[in-house]
């Protein structure tokens, strides 16, 4: 009787112990198959991304699947093995749901860059008073006279004065001026104790009134969209990006904070891109240079720089008539991008003709040494903003802005920078702006990862001598401007045209 209790309670164990092997291998298996889905869902979403090429794309599918059947294959075997199979299950699933959700918000960090048709514009609207003035807020100001004008932004100025009397708990009083230089010297003779005006106009007043922005202090700014720009709409220019030669204006507007900021435009460079040779042109343009700006000048000539207070569209309508050629793309940074773009790639390798020490206006004393430097984002800012150390002024700054961008695209380019592209964009997407499609994007970092290769790239500078002009953007103060060289924008529109012809050019 005692044997047989024994034998039975034997079998009533191996029974069980059947059963959660059983049950073991069936967690294991639905372990797996959960890693499978999870596998095609990580590739799915690497598809989507549309950056890396279908060879790798499929490469990696077929690994991680033939990963996941083999750890199936281990479930059937002995316990030990498929504990081990089951955690490392586990873990490829905790990591390919990590991997989804980053190619998911990459691709949509790309949305956000690509695409932009310039629906909305940030235009920052400030409230200034004397750098004396005891006001430190809006509401101090509640019997202060206002300067206005509507000759400019005047929508905006509305808006913004609405915003100042809701904070003021009344509506003050207001002077109307013609022109904002006229606004500014009130405020500076105290014919007005404060003033609403446009953020991007700061830094010409300073060309009128020396120093006008360390006179006042600002008590209030207001961030205005505007949907009236619409010069750049619909769709993105339909360019084969992988074969036809295309141009890209690079725009680097002076305030830090959203891109999207109507501004000046302290750098304008235009990138010829030939794919099919691996030849790049970049062009830089005097900021002061004196020309027409296309739609809203007439007749009347400004500086370069002041075309990006009245959008982006208008400083590349200002290039396109300069040169003779079409620009179906922008980029758009500011200080801020800059600084972001160049800290999220590591540094940058910047090459310097000069020897020089910064003044600190680009928030860092540095000192330059000639040949390579590595910069950091704040230093890449600085090199960029100089111009009172160097010999040739702002003729030298704007080649200092091209070895920058030069060195940018020189690393960008590289195998392991590319493939660090889906991240890249995530840590800059709130930093550019540009008008390119999502799937030109894609097609560009495609075609170099499939392609390899380095590329030619060229720097020329638009020449021009100084002299004092009344501008359409300031009227009744002359500017410091630059006239064109004409033989000089003559040999660049030569250079261009060399490089849509598939030639490559010599340094």
């Given at each position: 009787?005692?044997?047989?209790?024994?034998?039975?309670?034997?079998?009533?164990?191996?029974?069980?112990?059947?059963?959660?092997?059983?049950?073991?291998?069936?967690?294991?298996?639905?372990?797996?198959?959960?890693?499978?889905?999870?596998?095609?869902?990580?590739?799915?979403?690497?598809?989507?991304?549309?950056?890396?090429?279908?060879?790798?794309?499929?490469?990696?599918?077929?690994?991680?699947?033939?990963?996941?059947?083999?750890?199936?294959?281990?479930?059937?075997?002995?316990?030990?093995?498929?504990?081990?199979?089951?955690?490392?299950?586990?873990?490829?699933?905790?990591?390919?749901?990590?991997?989804?959700?980053?190619?998911?918000?990459?691709?949509?960090?790309?949305?956000?860059?690509?695409?932009?048709?310039?629906?909305?514009?940030?235009?920052?609207?400030?409230?200034?008073?004397?750098?004396?003035?005891?006001?430190?807020?809006?509401?101090?100001?509640?019997?202060?006279?206002?300067?206005?004008?509507?000759?400019?932004?005047?929508?905006?100025?509305?808006?913004?004065?609405?915003?100042?009397?809701?904070?003021?708990?009344?509506?003050?009083?207001?002077?109307?001026?013609?022109?904002?230089?006229?606004?500014?010297?009130?405020?500076?003779?105290?014919?007005?104790?404060?003033?609403?005006?446009?953020?991007?106009?700061?830094?010409?007043?300073?060309?009128?009134?020396?120093?006008?922005?360390g006179q006042i202090k600002i008590i209030a700014q207001y961030s205005i969209e505007t949907e009236t720009d619409t010069?750049?709409?619909?769709?993105?220019?339909?360019?084969?990006?992988?074969?036809?030669?295309?141009?890209?204006?690079?725009?680097?507007?002076?305030?830090?904070?959203?891109?999207?900021?109507?501004?000046?435009?302290?750098?304008?460079?235009?990138?010829?891109?030939?794919?099919?040779?691996?030849?790049?042109?970049?062009?830089?343009?005097?900021?002061?240079?004196?020309?027409?700006?296309?739609?809203?000048?007439?007749?009347?000539?400004?500086?370069?720089?002041?075309?990006?207070?009245?959008?982006?569209?208008?400083?590349?309508?200002?290039?396109?008539?300069?040169?003779?050629?079409?620009?179906?793309?922008?980029?758009?940074?500011?200080?801020?991008?800059?600084?972001?773009?160049?800290?999220?790639?590591?540094?940058?390798?910047?090459?310097?003709?000069?020897?020089?020490?910064?003044?600190?206006?680009?928030?860092?004393?540095?000192?330059?040494?000639?040949?390579?430097?590595?910069?950091?984002?704040?230093?890449?800012?600085?090199?960029?903003?100089?111009?009172?150390?160097?010999?040739?002024?702002?003729?030298?700054?704007?080649?200092?802005?091209?070895?920058?961008?030069?060195?940018?695209?020189?690393?960008?380019?590289?195998?392991?920078?590319?493939?660090?592209?889906?991240?890249?964009?995530?840590?800059?997407?709130?930093?550019?702006?540009?008008?390119?499609?999502?799937?030109?994007?894609?097609?560009?970092?495609?075609?170099?990862?499939?392609?390899?290769?380095?590329?030619?790239?060229?720097?020329?500078?638009?020449?021009?001598?100084?002299?004092?002009?009344?501008?359409?953007?300031?009227?009744?103060?002359?500017?410091?401007?630059?006239?064109?060289?004409?033989?000089?924008?003559?040999?660049?529109?030569?250079?261009?045209?060399?490089?849509?012809?598939?030639?490559?050019?010599?340094?």
């Amino acid at each position: 009787m005692e044997n047989r209790n024994r034998d039975n309670t034997t079998k009533s164990a191996k029974k069980k112990k059947k059963r959660i092997n059983r049950t073991f291998r069936t967690v294991g298996k639905f372990l797996v198959l959960i890693q499978m889905l999870l596998t095609l869902i990580f590739i799915a979403f690497t598809w989507r991304l549309g950056m890396i090429p279908v060879k790798y794309v499929a490469g990696l599918g077929a690994i991680l699947l033939v990963f996941a059947a083999v750890l199936f294959t281990f479930q059937s075997i002995s316990r030990g093995k498929a504990i081990i199979s089951k955690l490392v299950s586990l873990l490829m699933s905790a990591v390919l749901i990590f991997g989804s959700v980053y190619l998911y918000r990459t691709h949509n960090a790309i949305w956000d860059i690509s695409g932009d048709t310039l629906g909305t514009q940030i235009n920052s609207m400030l409230v200034a008073v004397r750098s004396d003035d005891p006001a430190e807020k809006v509401s101090d100001t509640s019997d202060y006279i206002y300067g206005v004008q509507h000759a400019e932004d005047g929508s905006d100025v509305d808006k913004a004065m609405e915003m100042v009397n809701e904070e003021a708990g009344t509506e003050v009083m207001t002077a109307e001026y013609e022109t904002l230089n006229e606004q500014a010297g009130a405020l500076l003779d105290g014919s007005v104790q404060a003033i609403v005006y446009n953020e991007g106009y700061g830094s010409i007043l300073d060309e009128v009134y020396e120093n006008f922005q360390g006179q006042i202090k600002i008590i209030a700014q207001y961030s205005i969209e505007t949907e009236t720009d619409t010069a750049i709409q619909g769709e993105a220019a339909e360019v084969n990006v992988k074969n036809e030669t295309f141009s890209v204006y690079i725009s680097g507007i002076d305030v830090y904070g959203p891109v999207s900021t109507k501004s000046r435009s302290d750098v304008n460079i235009i990138a010829t891109v030939n794919p099919s040779t691996k030849q790049i042109l970049l062009t830089n343009t005097p900021r002061d240079y004196y020309v027409t700006i296309p739609g809203v000048s007439g007749d009347s000539k400004d500086k370069l720089t002041h075309a990006g207070i009245y959008g982006v569209d208008k400083s590349m309508d200002t290039l396109e008539n300069l040169y003779g050629i079409e620009i179906p793309f922008y980029a758009r940074v500011n200080f801020t991008s800059l600084i972001t773009l160049v800290d999220a790639m590591g540094g940058i390798d910047v090459n310097s003709e000069y020897a020089f020490t910064t003044n600190g206006d680009g928030g860092v004393v540095l000192n330059v040494q000639e040949g390579i430097n590595h910069f950091d984002g704040q230093q890449a800012l600085a090199f960029s903003r100089e111009r009172y150390s160097l010999e040739g002024g702002d003729n030298q700054r704007g080649k200092n802005q091209m070895a920058v961008i030069q060195a940018m695209i020189q690393k960008m380019l590289t195998p392991e920078m590319l493939l660090k592209a889906p991240d890249l964009i995530s840590q800059v997407s709130d930093s550019v702006e540009t008008n390119m499609a999502m799937d030109q994007i894609q097609e560009l970092i495609q075609s170099q990862l499939n392609s390899g290769g380095s590329w030619n790239i060229k720097s020329v500078a638009a020449e021009g001598t100084g002299d004092s002009q009344y501008c359409y953007s300031m009227p009744g103060t002359a500017l410091y401007v630059m006239q064109p060289d004409q033989a000089s924008v003559d040999s660049i529109k030569s250079e261009m045209q060399a490089v849509t012809n598939g030639e490559i050019l010599t340094q």
